[in-house]
């Protein structure tokens, strides 16, 4: 392939990152879908068999290279690796196994979304951060603030970009990228780290300027009218960055699940998938640092301690669950009593390690009258006993702020919320169903078709296609999950989901993260062999 011929492939990316990723994600929903739906051929009757004279046109098809629609772009000519004209004029279709045409569509669909990244990055800087009017409007502290570090990002990406364009002229069939990955995520990609960590300041930035500067508002309006911008707003191009590390780390994934195992490529793509995992994390934690510092400086102030006061301000303390609960008073046959005078509202700040008891008192304060480490906390759900008892479990703290033990009867005012307190306060307590750690070869398991934002501390925000498996479920619509690329659990409304039907779908799922995640526990095993020696 020319230069001049991947030049024109850049050229002819007709979508903004925004559209592709958007584009990319319902492709993937719809492929799953389809193959959700379609019936186990052993299981096929009789009658619904092809007849034996059809057996050669089936054959001859098995071998066609497969239509993989990961993107479909009218703007553009060029929508997968396979549509190029130096591809299909080579004949090399006809040569490759099926299994090679797919990932050399997945490495090149890193390659092109990376193109389509850089535009939507060139144009919130050309359009929004180098406009004139914007400029004067403006205070350079403000400016700061909005865009951060934004351009050295653009360059990291162009940097990147023009290594990935290198690699694919080098030969019409891709010999690997995630190489590639692996030395810029280790080199370059810190960037993303400086710019995610921003992000609370940056959208703090943005309300504030719209609520005092209509000026801002009004040019910030006129060119989001652009038709470059596609009707895509400002913030969009603000959250670019956050969204295309985390997309990146999916489609080594993605490379991942496609290379031949054993082989020198499924190496350089764990190397490759380890490193941006770390970039996420990273930049998941620069994320949540400020505001959960803020957070906790803010409850430190609404706490007044009837017991021995406890420090709440700790770097490595953060809010997990918060809110009131109804205290049952005096013994369960108290039962009889009216259940006005059988509760009574208690208030539970929950942190990664540590239960605070309060109740609320006049001046938005709470008083604490008792506290646990969260190591401590034992919870049992209470069988039903009628409807004055419905959603109450027992919370036992095994050591309290009297060094004795001490339980409480507490009653939740729905079952989702009682199942949420449970898990939160008891982590290590089993769920209804497995998880992906116990290695089983099959689960309940949702892919997410409504991208969702969390509310909650517990609660979990998902992308578009995102899988997880299911741990529990309650009655009144809500879901406790596991999202299988990253193993991070929490909440979410069983109505942004689809729950996957085919026991096959759901094992492949299962056997891809666990080949993406391998080298992950063989570093946990070796961490456990020398914790035991």
């Known amino acids: 392939m020319t230069a001049d011929s991947w030049r024109n492939l ?5 979508l903004l990152y925004q559209e592709y990723r958007d584009k990319s994600t319902r492709e993937e929903i719809e492929t799953r879908r ?4 379609q019936t186990d051929p052993e299981e096929t009757s009789p009658s619904e068999e092809t007849p034996s004279e059809a057996e050669p046109t089936s054959t001859i098809e098995n071998k066609a290279p497969p239509q993989i629609n990961l993107l479909r772009n009218s703007n553009s000519r060029f929508n997968l690796w396979q549509d190029l004209p130096e591809v299909q004029n080579s004949g090399v279709l006809s040569i490759l196994q099926p299994d090679e045409i797919k990932l050399q569509e997945a490495m090149f669909e890193l390659v092109t979304s990376e193109a389509s990244y850089y535009k939507s990055l060139n144009l919130l800087v050309s359009h929004f951060m180098e406009n004139e009017r914007l400029k004067k409007i403006l205070h350079q502290s403000e400016a700061h603030i909005l865009f951060s570090n934004v351009l050295d990002v653009m360059a990291v990406s162009e940097r990147f970009l023009l290594d990935l364009e290198q690699r694919v002229e080098e030969n019409i069939v891709i010999s690997d990228v995630c190489d590639i990955v692996y030395q810029h995520t280790v080199n370059h990609f810190s960037v993303y780290i400086t710019y995610v960590s921003n992000q609370t300041y940056q959208e703090r930035a943005y309300k504030q300027l719209l609520q005092d500067k209509p000026a801002f508002w009004e040019v910030i309006s006129q060119l989001e009218l652009d038709p470059k911008c596609k009707g895509l707003s400002f913030s969009s191009f603000l959250i670019l960055p956050f969204q295309r590390i985390t997309r990146l780390k999916l489609l080594v994934q993605n ?9 020198d490529r499924e190496s350089t793509a764990l190397d490759a998938h380890k490193e941006l995992e770390t970039v996420v994390k990273a930049c998941n934690e620069g994320v949540r640092k400020m505001s959960r510092t803020e957070q906790m400086i803010s409850i430190q102030k609404k706490l007044e301690f009837k017991i021995k006061s406890v420090p709440i301000i700790s770097h490595s303390r953060w809010l997990l669950k918060q809110g009131e609960l109804q205290q049952m008073n005096g013994p369960k046959t108290s039962r009889t009593l009216r259940t006005k005078k059988l509760f009574r509202e208690i208030y539970l700040f929950l942190f990664n390690d540590l239960l605070v008891i309060c109740r609320q008192i006049p001046g938005d304060k709470y ?5 646990a480490p969260r190591g401590l906390l034992r919870v049992e759900e209470l069988e039903d006993q009628g409807q004055s008892l419905a959603n109450v479990f027992i919370l036992r703290l095994l050591e309290n702020a009297d060094d004795r033990e001490a339980s409480y009867m ?4 729905s079952q989702s919320e009682m199942k949420r307190w449970m898990i939160s306060l008891a982590p290590n307590r089993r769920t209804k ?7 089983l070869v099959d689960c309940p398991q949702i892919q997410c078709v409504h991208p969702y934002v969390a509310q909650q501390p517990d609660e979990l925000s998902l992308e578009l296609a995102d899988v997880l498996n299911i741990l529990d479920k309650t009655d009144d619509g809500w879901i406790f999950g596991e999202r299988l690329h990253d ?3 929490g909440w979410f409304p069983s109505s942004i989901g689809e729950e996957i039907l085919n026991p096959k779908i759901r094992a492949q799922n299962l056997k891809e993260c666990f080949r993406v995640h391998k080298s992950d526990d063989s570093q946990r095993r070796k961490l456990g062999s020398r914790n035991r020696q």
């Open 367 to 371: 008083q604490v009258f008792d506290s």
């Open 487 to 489: 193993q991070e659990r």
């Open 410 to 413: 507490l009653k939740a005012s």
């Open 10 to 14: 850049i050229e002819h990316i007709g």
């Open 34 to 37: 389809l193959q959700d739906s």
């Open 255 to 263: 490379i991942l699940k496609k290379v031949e195992e054993k082989s």
């Open 433 to 439: 169903f497995v998880s992906f750690t116990s290695r």
